[in-house]
C-alpha cells in the first residue's frame, strides 16, 4: 500500500546505520569530549541531533478523542443503492474501498485506559476514486449538544479540573443538570446502560447520529443516517469489570484489536441507511437537524448497503493512526453535510485542529493522501513541510494559458434542493428542553432496556456509583433530572447513590 512507512525510498537497503543525512555513524554511543573524562564538545552533531529530535518526537494529541486505536480494511458494495447515492464506492455491487478505521475514547488522554465509560469514536476513511471520505462517527446514535457553541465547555467537563487536576463529577454533572443542557439526556442514558462500556472495539456499532444529504445522478436528495452494525455481535463490560481490567490491561481494546486481526479473526460490520425525504421531515415531531433525537425504524427502516472488514494492522502506528486526520469535511460527491449546526461547525473544526496538530501540508502525510484519486490543486502550494515536490515549476494561479480538465457536474446540486433564506440570528434551540426532548429517552427506558433482564436497574447503578462523587445539591439535580425520564428511575437513583455513599464511607481496602 502506498501508506506503508517503511517503502520510504530514503531508507538504505544494506541498513547501514547513518545519522538522519545519510552520514554513517560508525559508533553510536560514543560521544565526542576533551580527553576521556572532559567535557562534551558542541561539534558532536550526531549527539546533538539525536538529543534535539528526541525533544521533539511528540505532537500535540487530539482534543478530544487522544486514545484510540486502528487499523486499514476495506468496504464492499453489498446492495445497490445508486437510487440514493451516485458516488461511485456505490456504483455497483462487489464494489471494494480501502479504508483506515480509527477507534477511540473521548474525554481521557492519550495514554489512557481503553475501558472506561465513555462514547467510543468510530471514524473510518475511505480512499475512493472521488477523493478521501471519512465518516467520522460515534458508537452512539445521538449525542450530548445541539449548540455546537457548547462543545468546547462540555468536553472541559469531561476532563480536568483545572485547580486539583482530577477527574470531576460536579463538572461532569453540573453542565448536564444545568436546565438548558438537557437535552443530553437521552445520550446519558445509552452512555450509563451496560453499552457504555464497549467489551472490545469489535463488539460496537458505529453511527453518524448526524443527518447527512445524499443524492443520485438525476439530482434527487434524501436526508440520510448511517448504521454501522457490529457482526461480532454487541459485548459489554459491567462497571466492576471494566474497573477491574482498566488497572490490569489499560490497552485491552488495543490489544484485543491488534491480536484478532493479526491472527486472521477480521472483524467486519454491516452498513445500513435511514433515508427521509425533504417532505417527511417536516411531518416527524423533531427536527432533523437535532442531533439528540433518533429516527424510529419503524418509520424509517434501515436499508442494507455493505460490509467493512478490518485485515490489516498498521506497521507503524504513529505514522498511520497518530498522524492520520479525518475530518467531516472530506467528502466525495453526492454526499454532503446537512444543516444540522454541530455538523456545520465540525466540517470547519477538524481540518482546523489537524492544521494546528500536523501541521499545514498534513495532507500530504502518507496515511492522509488520497491515494485513489490523487489530488492536483496547482493552488495550494509551499507551507511549512511541504515534501511533495510542490508542483514544481506548474503555475500556482489558475489561468488561461494553462490547460486543466474540470470534471463535469452531473447533478444540480442545489438549484433544487433545501432554498435557504432570512436575516443572521443568534438562534439556539429552545434552552430548557420540552417533553419532547425526554420523549426518546423515556421509550428506551420504558420499552428497551424494561425488556432485557436486569437493563433498568445496571442503569441506575452506573449513575450512582458516579453520581455518588458530586456534591449533595448537584446528586438532588441528577435525580430530579431522570425522575423526569421515569420516576421509577429516578427512585433507583436515589437508592444506588446512597448504596454508594454507604460502601465509600466503609471502604473494604
Ligand atoms: C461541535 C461539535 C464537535 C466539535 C467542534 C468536534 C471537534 C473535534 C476535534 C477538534 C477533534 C480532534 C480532531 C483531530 O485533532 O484530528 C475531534 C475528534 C473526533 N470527533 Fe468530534 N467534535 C464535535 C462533535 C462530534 C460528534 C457529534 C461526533 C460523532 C458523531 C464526533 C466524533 C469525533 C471522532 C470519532 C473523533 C476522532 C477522530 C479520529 O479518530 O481521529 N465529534 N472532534
Redesign the pocket.
Known sequence: MSQDPTNSADVREDRVVTNGFGNPINEPFATQRVGNHGPLLLQDYNLVESLAHFARERIPE????AH?SGAFGEFEVTDDITDVCGSKMFEKIGKKTRLLV?F?TVGGEKGSADTVRDPR???TKFYTEEGNLDW???NTPV?FIRD?SK?PHFIHTQKRNPQTNLKDADMFWDFLTTPENQVAIHQIMILFSDRGIPASYRNMNGY???TYKWSNKKGEWVYVQVHIKTDQGIKNLTAEEAAKISGENPDFCQQDLFENIEKGNFPSWTVYIQTMTAQQAKQVPFSVFD?TKVWPQKDFPLRRVGKMTLNENPKNFFAQVEE???APSNTVPYQEPSADP?LQ??VF??AD??RY?LGTNYNQIPVNCPYASKSFAPFIRDGSMNVNGNLGSESNYLNNSSKYTFKETERPIQQHQEVWDGPAVPFHWATSPGEIDFKQATDLYQNVLSKQPGQQQHLAHNIGIHAVNARPDIQKRVIDWFTRVDPNLGKDIKAEIAKAASAKANPKL
Do not use: T
Not at 62 to 65: G, I, Q, Y
Open positions: 487530539r482534543n478530544p478523542h484510540g480509527r477511540s469514536g468510530f471514524a467520522v462517527y460515534n449525542f455546537p462543545f453518524s447520529g448526524h442531533l492520520a486526520a479525518f454541530v461547525a465540525r473544526s477538524y485542529a489537524q496538530r
